[in-house]
């Protein structure tokens, strides 16, 4: 069945001019990049929401603990009270208001203990950990640092660490090495080709073998890839717009962070110097003054 048959392996080399596999090698390297730093941010982001989720759990204990104070101190004060009413020192409608009030009190308790388990949740939602909530707890230090660091110094901290940023920047990059592979595709490329043939000819009947070459360039007469060179070129001046936002938005976050910090430090301050022991002040003298008769229910 292969009688006749002729043989003529060739072969070819498409030869690409201005660098184009190189590019595409670079583009890819960019994209490769920009996808690392963007898990990064992800990864921060996630870092980020359960560190507030562990927080919130730590703020969350501290209201139920004042909660169930609260409760226990307005109990001893309803003790004091009943015995107070039993002795005719106060009638049954002011003790009767008194254990009305306990309520309220309750009703904190139980949206504190409301908020914890919450807040347990989101976090055990965020670590895809199936622990029941009476048997996790989380354990941290709930102070505050008074002593606050630069604005200056959080800015370059940001401005270096913030993956988001640096995939933004990666992107013009990418986008000028696409710009400059579009230039690059605008060009011919010229094959190259060899092949050997054993046919015996007829005309000539020594003729057995005959080698060839060739070179074939394509004419791009209409076509120089213009409407990539113009789009990747507009992509680098949107990334640059993009990276200026993003830098932007940088500094709108640490402003706005360090803006909250300062205020709550500012207005935690005095209250821990001051105020909470002169609230405590007051409470144990009304207290004791009502307890002896010296203030009145409302007062009180």
């Known amino acids: 069945p292969f009688a006749g048959t002729q043989f003529s392996p060739s072969v070819s080399y498409l030869h690409e001019r201005e660098q184009k596999r190189e590019l595409r090698r670079d583009s890819a390297r960019g994209a490769t990049a920009i996808a690392s730093s963007t898990l990064e941010d992800q990864d921060r982001t996630l870092l980020f929401n359960l560190r507030s989720a562990f927080v919130n759990i730590l703020h969350a204990k501290e209201v139920l603990r004042v909660a169930q104070d609260n409760l226990t101190y307005y109990d001893r004060v309803l003790e004091v009270n009943r015995t107070r009413q039993q002795a005719g020192d106060i009638s049954e409608v002011d003790l009767g208001r008194l254990e ?120 791009r007469v209409h076509d120089k890839n213009q409407g990539e060179k113009l789009r990747t070129q507009l992509d680098i001046t949107r990334n640059e717009s993009l990276a200026d936002a993003n830098r932007a938005q940088v500094f709108s976050d640490v402003d706005s962070a360090y803006a909250t910090i300062a205020s709550n430090i500012a207005l935690l301050r005095p209250y821990k110097d001051k105020y909470l022991q002169q609230a405590a002040k007051v409470r144990d003298t009304i207290s004791f003054a009502y307890q002896n008769g010296g203030a009145s229910l409302l007062d009180f």
């Open 100 to 219: 009305l009030q306990r309520v309220q009190y309750e009703s904190d308790l139980q949206n504190a203990d409301v908020s914890l388990r919450t807040a347990k949740i989101q976090l055990l939602s965020l670590l895809n950990d199936r622990t029941p909530i009476e048997q996790f707890d989380v354990n941290g230090n709930f102070g505050f640092n008074e002593q606050i660091t630069p604005l200056e110094e959080f800015r370059s901290m940001a401005l270096d660490a913030r993956p988001d940023l640096r995939a933004a920047v990666q992107a013009i990059d990418k986008a000028k090495t696409d710009h400059q592979l579009a230039v690059a595709n605008g060009s011919a490329d010229p094959t190259f080709s060899g092949w050997w043939t054993h046919n015996p000819s007829f005309n000539n009947p020594f003729d057995y073998n005959t080698i060839g070459a060739s070179v074939s360039v394509p004419l």
